[in-house]
Structures are given as structure tokens and as C-alpha cells.
């Protein structure tokens, strides 16, 4: 029996997805306070780069264990996650996230990866 394939998430896709995520926070709380009227647009920059600092610290040790691995036949995340290859009817990219579609209508997300294409690939290779 081979080894299984694990899938474990990438530090620097991390840092990378919320450099975006804080870009179009700053952008978005900015573009709120000038539909307000607000003469302190500026401010927006800051929060939105502190709200995107804060979810970013607190969510990264949960995110960064978030181990996905395929096995006898299986794709398995985190917590009850199970999902048989055989179910899989779509995989696709998304920035450095790679979405599982079952042939059921479940979606699961594997996050941060650092070669996402690689892992949708290896996903489909596995695939009956």
C-alpha cells in the first residue's frame, strides 16, 4: 500500500492571501467611510489593516494544522472530514485554495497551499 498524500498548508500562501485580504479591507473601509461623508477617509486604511491583522493572528494556528490527505481511497480533512474519491466530480483552484465539488454538492476548501495547481492535480490523479 503506498503511502498516503498529505496536503498541509503553506506559510507564505498564508502571509500572501491576507496581504490581499488586508489590501481590499483598507480599500473597502475606506470606500464606507467616503459614501459616508466621512472627512476622515484615511482612517479606513488603518482599520481595515487591523481587522485583517487581528483575524490573521488568531485564525493561524488553526489554519496552518489544517492537514487534508488522500488514503485507501479517501480524501480526508480536518475534524470528520471524509470524502471518497469515487464521490469527486470537480476540482478547482482558487487563489491558493483548491475547492473539492462531490458529486453529492459538497463543497470543501483546501486552504493555503503553496502549488495549488499541484495539489488539484494530485487530487485528480488519485481520482478512479
Known amino acids: ?26 480599500a473597502g ?5 467616503w459614501l459616508l461623508g466621512n472627512p476622515h477617509v484615511w482612517t479606513g ?9 487581528v ?12 492537514t487534508w490527505e488522500i488514503g485507501q481511497g479517501t480524501l480526508t480533512g480536518p475534524g470528520p472530514r471524509r470524502v471518497p474519491l469515487d464521490q469527486i ?5 482558487l487563489g491558493s485554495f483548491v475547492q473539492v465539488i462531490t458529486k453529492g454538492g459538497d463543497k470543501h476548501l483546501i486552504k493555503y497551499q503553496a502549488h495549488p495547481q499541484a495539489t ?6 488519485a481520482m478512479p
Open 89 to 93: 466530480a470537480e476540482v478547482k483552484t
Open 45 to 53: 486604511a488603518p482599520a481595515g489593516l487591523a481587522a485583517v491583522a
Open 120 to 125: 488539484k492535480t494530485a487530487i485528480e490523479r
Open 1 to 26: 500500500m503506498a503511502d498516503p498524500v498529505r496536503f498541509e498548508p503553506d506559510q507564505g500562501a498564508y502571509l500572501r492571501s491576507h496581504a490581499w485580504l488586508a489590501a481590499a479591507g483598507m
Open 29 to 33: 473601509a475606506m470606500l464606507v467611510l
Open 55 to 66: 483575524r490573521g493572528l488568531y485564525l493561524r494556528s488553526e489554519e496552518m494544522a489544517a
